[in-house]
């Protein structure tokens, strides 16, 4: 499986911005998909995954305002985030676990201060 992320970009605190991540190849009942996010100087964090099964886990720090979703036809899943703040600024990385990791390339979004 090959990860394309795409949708990061800049957008004013209080925005919305919608990532997608299509996966070429096939996905395996029992995967996961999610996204993660890095912001300068900290480590790489998970922000919300979803099981192929349909089930959802979330960041607290984004509970409420992010929502993830797929489509299975087009392998592709979804990040939308709304509320956007200043502290949401990160690279975010598309994620597909199967017996193991797959990363994206990773797509930055900023939200200044």
Known sequence: ??????????VQPG????LSC????SISRGSVMGW?????GKQR????ILTSGGSTTYAASVKG?????????????YLQMNALKPEDT??????????????G???LVTSPA
């Open 65 to 77: 305002r992010f929502t993830i979703s797929g489509d299975n036809a087009k392998n592709t899943v």
């Open 22 to 25: 299509t996966a070429s190849g």
């Open 45 to 48: 964090e998970l922000v919300a």
């Open 36 to 40: 993660y996010r890095q912001a300068p």
């Open 105 to 107: 390339q990773g797509t």
């Open 90 to 103: 990160a690279v975010y990385y598309c994620n597909y676990e199967y017996l193991k990791a797959t990363w």
């Open 1 to 10: 499986v090959q990860l394309q992320a795409c949708g990061g970009g800049l």
């Open 15 to 18: 925005g919305s911005l919608r």
